[in-house]
């Protein structure tokens, strides 16, 4: 299973775009990549996900290198409510599980 | 917004007792999964089901053991719990049409 490579943490500013780096130098070319992220006391939530092009959504973007070998999760203005541990994971689109390996993510930190 | 429940949220039990976690989802999800989850550490997979009677073992050897006999329930029991098994477990769920895994908050265990 191809594993990921995350920052163990990172601070942002309130109000402030944050760009959360994964690398995934041994992602085949049918693994999607997917971010969670976990907020203090509760279950991972999804993010978003993407396979190569560029992903959009309320909560967030994702850019992918054209290579796919990284990936950045985009949190266009943070806030303390983002506050959380944010995994980046890769999953095979037919693996029949959809068996996740989490790495230990990044921990953000989002200043007042 | 993600229907999974998980009861209780928080169990502080002594050693020997039988204990059973519980998770429902009411998606209609076929696939399952029960994590491990240390404080600060990453989530491991102990047991993923694929629908009705169907359980495996995950990639974290654990001693408890899950059952599958309906679609929304998917229980974890601990036949002799011990100060090890101190943990959080969280449950998740996905259908077979897309691999984002919803996950329930968590049960925290505490084995005294």
């Known amino acids: 299973d191809a594993k990921t490579t995350q920052p163990n943490s990172m601070e942002s500013n309130e109000e402030e775009p944050v760009h959360l780096p994964c690398n995934h130098s041994?992602?085949?070319?049918?693994?999607?990549i997917h971010w969670y992220r976990q907020l203090p006391s509760q279950g991972p939530e999804y993010v978003i996900h993407?396979?190569?092009s560029n992903v959009n959504n309320r909560m967030a973007s994702l850019a992918i290198a054209e290579d796919r070998k990284s990936s950045t999760l985009i949190l266009h203005r943070a806030t303390l409510r983002d506050a959380a541990v944010y995994y980046c994971?890769?999953?095979?689109?037919?693996?029949?599980?959809?068996?996740?390996?989490f790495g230990t993510g990044t921990r953000l930190k989002v200043l007042a | 917004e993600a229907d999974i429940y998980q009861t209780p949220r928080y169990l502080v039990i002594g050693t020997g007792k039988k204990i059973t976690l519980e998770c429902s989802q009411t998606m209609g999800h076929d696939k399952m999964y029960w994590y491990q989850q240390d404080p600060g550490m990453e989530l491991h997979l102990i047991h993923y089901?694929?629908?009705?009677?169907?359980?495996e073992k995950g990639d974290l050897s654990s001693e408890s053991t899950v059952s599958r006999i309906r679609t929304e329930h998917f229980p974890l029991t601990l036949e002799s719990a011990r100060p090890s098994h101190t943990s959080q477990y969280l449950c998740a769920s996905n259908s077979g049409r897309s691999d984002t895994q919803y996950f329930g908050p968590g049960t925290r265990l505490t084995v005294l």
């Open positions: 994971i890769l999953s095979p689109p037919t693996s029949g599980t959809y068996k996740y390996i």
């Open positions: 993407g396979l190569t």
């Open positions: 041994t992602i085949s070319g049918t693994d999607y």
């Open positions: 089901s694929y629908g009705v009677n169907s359980t």
